[in-house]
C-alpha cells in the first residue's frame, strides 16, 4: 500500500542520513584522500551514475524459516560504499524467529522496525543487559562492538526491519558458531563455561 510505501522510503533516508552522519564524525574506517575508492583494474573515467547505484534490494523476496536473515549492502557487494564509512541492510524475522547473539567489530548499527514488533537487547563491557520492545518507526542503536540480538515473539507476524552501519564492511561475529563451531577444545570450553563434557557436545551440535 501506498503508506507503506512512504514508510520503507522514509526509513531508508532516515538511516542512510543518520549513518553517513556518524560514519563521518566516527568514522571505523580509514579516511581516504580522494572524493572515492575507485576499483582495482578500473578506470575513473568510465564511471557513471551505475556505480554508485546498488539494485541489490530491489527483490528481495519475503522469506519465512526458523531463522531472521540478513540481506547486506556492503563495500563486498557494492564496491562502491568502500572507504565511505556506511552501508546498509534489510532484515526479516519470520514469526518465531531469533537473529543470535552477535557483535559487528567494526561498526555501530542503527536499526529501524518498518513493519512488527521486535525485541531486542544488547551487553554492555560491564555486563550490563539493556533490553527493549521496539514498535513500527522506533529506532535502536548498538554500538560497535558490543553483543546484542533481536527476537519475535509474534507467531503470525514477519517483522521486517532495516538498518545502517557507521562502516562500509563492519563485520559479523555470531557467538554461537565463533564459540563452537571454531575448533576451541572442548575442555577450554568446559572450564570456561562451568559445564559438563556432555553440554558442550550438544551444545555443537546446535
Known amino acids: 500500500m501506498a503508506v507503506n510505501v ?28 580522494t572524493d572515492f575508492i575507485v576499483p ?4 575513473a573515467s568510465s564511471l557513471d551514475g551505475s556505480f554508485f547505484t546498488s539494485t541489490v534490494l530491489r ?7 526458523t531463522a531472521a536473515t540478513v540481506t547486506p549492502v556492503n563495500s563486498k557487494v557494492f564496491p562502491a560504499l568502500d572507504g565511505l564509512g556506511v ?19 567494526r561498526g555501530s548499527e542503527l536499526l529501524y522496525i518498518v ?23 522506533d529506532l535502536f542503536v ?27 564492511n563492519p ?3 555470531r557467538l554461537p558458531a565463533n564459540l563452537f563451531q571454531s575448533g576451541i577444545s572442548d ?3 568446559e572450564k570456561s563455561f562451568g559445564v559438563s563434557a556432555d553440554t558442550v557436545k550438544n551444545l555443537k551440535g546446535l
Open 171 to 173: 563485520g559479523l561475529i
Open 187 to 189: 575442555e577450554v570450553l
Open 115 to 137: 513493519q512488527g514488533v521486535l525485541d531486542v537487547g544488547l551487553i554492555d563491557s560491564t555486563n550490563k543487559l539493556f533490553s527493549q520492545t521496539l514498535h513500527e518507526g
Open 40 to 43: 582495482a583494474g578500473v578506470n
Open 6 to 33: 512512504c514508510t520503507m522510503s522514509y526509513a531508508v533516508l532516515l538511516v542512510i542520513g543518520i549513518s553517513l552522519h556518524n560514519a563521518r564524525v566516527h568514522a571505523a574506517d580509514p579516511d581516504i584522500v
Open 87 to 105: 552501508s546498509f541492510a534489510m532484515l526479516q524475522y519470520p514469526p518465531q524467529t531469533l537473529n543470535a547473539l552477535h557483535t559487528h567489530p
Open 59 to 65: 527483490h528481495v523476496p519475503l522469506l519465512n524459516g
Open 142 to 168: 548498538f554500538p560497535k562492538g558490543l553483543v546484542h540480538f533481536q527476537i519475535n515473539w509474534d507467531m503470525h507476524r514477519t517483522v521486517k526491519a532495516v538498518a545502517g552501519f557507521s562502516s562500509s
